[in-house]
């Protein structure tokens, strides 16, 4: 696909096949990713993975009731628990494959620059022809010390975008965006002082 229809045909994907990915797909996909701008280019992202269907489904698990008895401490307020507390809701929703896109430095820039690096990479995945979900309520439970512990994560890292992907069942329908708000800033006067 061109560029334009990648970005045009990336929906979060939330039903998948059980069709697994390979760690070569994986690793193309991060690649990708790394190429994503980063402030000074101190490029402070790392990545983890996990290729297990059947652990990805317990963490969700595990995460899912850890979300319901501590929604208070996280910052999805009570609207959240309609969600969590349906028992069909499935936090990773199946996907074979979970990618954990981490910030190993507590420079200023540096949650925001693997967001950029993981929104290449969900538009790598689209570009394969494999769908993928950021999937936010997972990440409170994922930067708990002890979890980061039984991963094998560096305790110091942040989890800014798990990320879950698979071959989709059936690609989504398109919600639409509204139109963008633009604000026109008429150019200043050279020697103007905006600060007046």
């Not at 229809?5 to 069709?19: A, G, I, K, L, M």
């Not at 969590?84 to 499935?90: E, Q, S």
């Not at 200023?108 to 494999?130: F, K, P, V």
Request: charge should be positive; hydrophobic fraction near 45%; include cysteine.
């Amino acid at each position: 696909m061109d560029f334009s229809s990648v970005v045009q045909n990336r929906h979060s994907v939330r039903d998948y096949t059980v069709e697994s990915i390979g760690q070569a797909q994986v690793e193309r996909l991060i690649k990708t990713a790394i190429l994503a701008p980063s402030a000074m280019n101190l490029q402070p992202w790392a990545f983890a993975v996990l290729l297990d269907r059947e652990r990805i489904a317990k963490y969700a698990k595990r995460a899912k009731e850890w979300l319901l008895a501590n929604l208070s401490k996280t910052t999805f307020g009570e609207p959240a628990r309609h969600m969590l507390g349906d028992p069909k809701f499935v936090l990773f929703y199946g996907a074979p494959a979970l990618v954990l896109v981490m910030s190993k430095s507590s420079e200023t820039q540096a949650m925001e620059d693997c967001c950029l690096a993981a929104g290449s990479l969900i538009l790598a995945a689209r570009n394969e022809n494999l769908g993928s979900c950021w999937v936010g309520f997972a990440r409170p439970w994922l930067n708990l010390e002890p979890t980061k512990q039984e991963l094998g994560l560096p305790k110091q890292y942040q989890i800014v975008a798990p990320i879950v992907l698979g071959h989709p069942k059936a690609w989504p329908a398109p919600h639409g965006r509204n139109a963008p708000e633009i604000h026109w800033l008429a150019a200043a006067e050279v020697g103007t002082d905006l600060h007046k």
